[in-house]
């Protein structure tokens, strides 16, 4: 088995067995595979790539060439246990309402998301005064499938006015966790677990 | 009359959906690889409107290579080292299955006394079928285009029957586009003089110009503009210059006539009324609607415990990738596992049965998994 990102394997580790999963974005499928395979979870995923989508298929896995703002539509309230969208968030057309539509057909989400700002964002972005292009976000501006920054912060209120209970959150810089404290300026990436209120 | 195909028949009479029943129905099928000892290993694959049984073994009346023996065979993406592969001709065709040709219980074919069947019809069959070779649940059924309604309404109307439901190139329903075309081929068989309200069958004279004229209106929906343009563009047959006449002066006129004659050596026109017919009435969700309400299709699949892969082509403009996704989304709401692709390839709707790589890698991996 290949050495899963550590954002997907706090994941896999917090996902019960036997569980339902819907992959948002699910790429290759490498955390399906690993869901199914581990932890028995009956892991769907949605995929925009075809050629993702077939490399997921050939491994027996099921998953749906779609367009996630559009088709999440399409699955019933309360279809999954989990929703997870892993470096995702950022691309979607409208986040606020993937964020309700993950929640809307999964019991839980976890969202992970590249911190816009991480100091060596802010750091390029002061120094250079251009957008930042990093190790995490490799893509000038006006091809990136990024199209809504967002940090720690930003997120953390958006999860509040939507009225989504933040159950637990991690931190990772350079492919390792790091501690919560200042992680808006220390984190690369973030990752939430988060439930519908109430 | 003997039958040259191998074939079952059926012990009980098929209940059809138009009320009517067809009694000492013959299903001609062919088996490819070996069934295991607890029957587990089984895959149906069903054929689209003109195919048959011979899915990867010689054509009896064509000489022609099976049609999907790119596909099917051992090591091969349906490989038949590890499962056994069943295909049989549908109810209403002509090579071997009960349909419009057969002799009526009076001696005399049925011509057009066949009753008219639907989808589900053919379906009923093939579980006849299955049950006389005494499998229960099939490791998968497969079908491409027509085959792929068959795989659907297997698996809406015999939840239990199948364990996993591949349909390539596919829709859940005909559309009035679908209809359209149809109408046109099944127009031209009976505006020929041949075809003499379906009783030909004694003197041997068939409507094959109809049945010519079908072909060619229907082969046209099964390429794409891309793949016409490549293959013919607008160069000429055989000749310099335009002959100012009506012979086929163009390549793709004269490769349209050679689809249409060689078609009727082997088709019966009224098999073809027949089959078109069923597929022009396919609609699982009407089929499954409660009350006077219009049905939905996630309700026909409510009761299936079976995962499901749908397949479409970019240029598959007769089930295009729409369709598919039409019955993704149903799945998606009645909670089944559905794998979906739209995959890449400039054959057009007949990209199924050609050559595809990711079609065979998408198969595979579906089946195997």
Redesign the interface.
């Known amino acids: 088995m290949a050495e899963l990102r550590p954002d997907l394997r706090t994941i896999l580790a917090r996902i019960e067995p036997g569980s339902r999963a819907l992959d948002v974005g699910c790429g290759d499928g490498v955390l399906m595979a690993a869901l199914r395979d581990r932890s028995q979870v009956?892991a769907?995923g949605i995929e925009i790539d075809?050629a993702c989508?077939?490399r997921?298929?050939?491994?027996?896995?099921?998953?749906?060439?779609?367009d996630a703002d559009r088709?999440l539509a399409?699955?019933?309230d309360g279809?999954f246990d989990y929703a997870i969208l892993s470096q995702t968030l950022q691309t979607a057309a409208r986040p606020d309402h993937m964020l309700a539509e993950l929640l809307r057909v999964g019991r839980r989400a976890f969202v992970s998301f590249p911190n816009f700002a991480y100091w060596r964002m802010r750091w390029a972005l002061v120094s250079r005064g251009r957008m930042p292009v990093t190790r995490h976000l490799p893509v000038s501006w006006y091809e990136t499938a990024n199209i809504h920054h967002v940090t720690v912060k930003d997120f953390e209120e958006l999860a509040a006015s939507l009225g989504i209970a933040i159950e637990n959150r991690w931190f990772f810089t350079r492919e390792r966790e790091i501690s919560g404290s200042g992680a808006n300026w220390r984190a690369e990436y973030a990752l939430f677990e988060v439930s519908r209120a109430g | 009359m003997s039958n040259p195909h191998r074939t079952i028949t059926l012990p009980d009479p098929l209940p059809l959906d138009s009320g009517q029943v067809l009694a000492g129905v013959e299903i001609a099928y062919e088996t490819y690889g070996t069934l295991n000892a607890d029957k587990s290993n089984a895959i149906l694959v069903c054929h689209a409107l003109t195919g048959d049984q011979y899915l990867a073994s010689t054509h009896p009346i064509t000489g022609k290579p099976g049609w999907w023996e790119r596909m099917v065979g051992p090591g091969l993406p349906i490989d038949t080292d590890r499962y056994h592969v069943i295909c049989a001709n549908v109810i209403g065709s002509c090579m071997g299955s009960t349909g419009p040709a057969s002799l009526a219980p009076d001696g005399a074919p049925y011509g057009m006394r066949f009753p008219v069947i639907t989808i589900r019809d053919m379906v009923r069959g093939l579980v006849g079928l299955l049950d006389g070779l005494g499998i229960g649940t099939l490791h998968a059924v497969v079908g491409g285009s027509m085959g792929g309604m068959q795989a659907l309404s297997l698996a809406a109307n015999f939840p239990d029957r199948a364990a996993r439901v591949l349909a390539i190139a596919t829709t859940a329903r005909h559309s009035a586009q679908n209809i359209a075309f149809h109408e046109v081929g099944r127009q031209a068989i009976m505006a020929d003089p041949d075809w003499r309200e379906g009783d030909y069958y004694a003197d041997g004279k068939a409507p094959d110009a109809g049945l010519a004229v079908a072909r060619m209106a229907a082969h046209i929906t099964y390429l794409s503009e891309e793949g016409l343009t490549e293959k013919f563009g607008r160069r000429l047959q055989d000749r310099s210059e335009k002959t100012f006449g009506f012979d086929a002066d163009f390549q793709v006129e004269s490769y349209l006539r050679y689809q249409g004659s060689g078609f009727t050596r082997r088709f019966d026109a009224n098999s073809y009324l027949y089959i078109t017919r069923a597929m022009d009435y396919f609609d699982i969700a009407e089929e499954h609607a409660k009350d006077a309400n219009e049905g939905k299709l996630a309700d026909a699949f409510a009761g299936s415990r079976a995962r499901f892969c749908l397949v479409s082509f970019d240029s598959d403009w007769l089930y295009p990738t729409a369709e598919s996704r039409h019955v993704v989304h149903a799945l998606n709401a009645a909670g089944a596992p559905v794998s979906f692709v739209e995959l890449s390839a400039p054959f057009g709707h007949d990209s199924f049965l050609l050559d595809v790589p990711a079609l065979d890698r998408v198969v595979k991996g579906f089946l195997d998994g």
Do not use: I, K, N, T
């Open positions: 009956d769907r075809g989508v077939e997921c298929v050939a491994q027996g896995l099921s998953v749906v060439q779609g088709d399409f699955y019933p279809a």
